[in-house]
């Protein structure tokens, strides 16, 4: 029997895509400008010390940011995304323009939490928005298409650390003209996005929080999908976090060129690896509705060797090495960052997808900072880094059979597939 064609798209299906990209870059721009810019705040504000310190800060960022995600889910679920995403960018952007202010490691923590707290509402709200829209065979080119923005956003905040050293703007002024774009976004943002219409959930306020968040706890797959999300986290932030550091201290290099060797080349190829990755799922989902797993499962397989291959580069003294196995983890990435939330959306029905992202967000990014602060601990302590990048090797191996164990429940509309077809 063939299958049915896919129901025309909504409209404003592509157009909130094409309008999140922008807000998605800012969003981690505004994360990774201080990775670029290590050097230069490290110099203004001495009293950070040391390199647990920084840890810390870039820790403290993610454990409000992961503890607040699943509160940012709910609320997007409950009272709508558009609002949720609005409101978001023109807090996280008034934040980013008073980082610039900080005076003291005490008030950058400050800063690096209320930016936590205010980001911490984006990012489901905006994926569950475009899962809305996009429901059958361009769910995942379309959340690939939301990723890039992302990995833009990481390649130009690794060109701030040429701007933290240019007289007159310095780092301070990086993030005052940063914050300033982003609140000016939030304005006609406001009154260009829409919600699509869902039904209304049958019971109300603290209930249906409490009910969403049971079922989802009590969904097996769900929790396969929670701990394949969280394990390459560890690797991803760190690489987002410490690299351009990492890169500067292993081959004798300056902060900018640190910054742009640790995250354009990758974030280049995470990008063709999200567009291939969610054209990729797309097509396989005509044969199988285990097609996002299966493609997103290749992409953990090439961060397997890219692991290895970054902790061990320093060893051959030649940057290239490094910038060529960050470039096949920026593919393996962009296959894998395409597919969570489409995969999500095959394990839990509508109303459970913002929060279900804010759970897996509270989980992966709570680890990641645990990561980005271990990793400050035994950098001071002289820990080889080949050795901590093949524990993050090895936790790929087990995201790949878990990624496998995940059986779908919730069909694609328009996929021609029934979710439980083995």
Known sequence: MNAPESSPLPRWAWLTVFLLAPVALLNY??????AAMKSSVMTDLPDIGSEANWGRML??????????????????????????????????????????????????LTARSLMGISEAFYIPAALALIADYHT????SRAVG???M?????VILGGFTGYAAEMPGLGWRGTFGWSGLVGMGLAVPLLLLLKDRPRPRATSGGAAAGLGTVRALLGNRSFLLLVLYFTLPALAGWVVRDWMPAILKSEF?????????????????????????GGWLADQRMRSTPRGRIHVSAFGMVLIIPAMFGVGFSPQTGQLWVAIAFLILFG??????????????????????????????????????GLADWGFGILRDRGLPLAAIFSVFASAAVISVALVLMIRPTVGDAGSGQDARTP
């Open 29 to 34: 721009l505004d994360r990774q400008m201080p």
């Open 59 to 108: 820790g403290q960022f993610k454990w409000v940011y992961a503890f607040l995600s699943p509160v940012g889910g709910w609320i997007a679920d409950r009272f709508g995304r558009r609002l949720t995403i609005c409101g978001s960018l023109f807090a996280w952007s008034a934040v980013t323009w008073w980082t610039g202010h900080v005076q003291s490691y005490g008030e950058l």
């Open 136 to 139: 059958g065979s361009t769910r």
């Open 145 to 147: 298409l939301h990723q």
């Open 149 to 153: 923005g992302i990995y833009c956003g």
């Open 252 to 276: 004798k290099i300056g902060q900018g060129k640190a910054g742009v060797s640790a995250t354009l080349y990758w974030q280049a190829a995470a990008i063709v690896g999200a567009f291939a």
């Open 331 to 368: 593919l393996g990435w962009g296959f894998f960052d395409s597919n969570n939330m489409p995969i999500l959306c095959q394990v839990a029905p509508p109303e459970q997808r913002a929060t279900g992202y804010g759970l897996m967000n509270l989980v992966s990014i709570s680890c990641g």
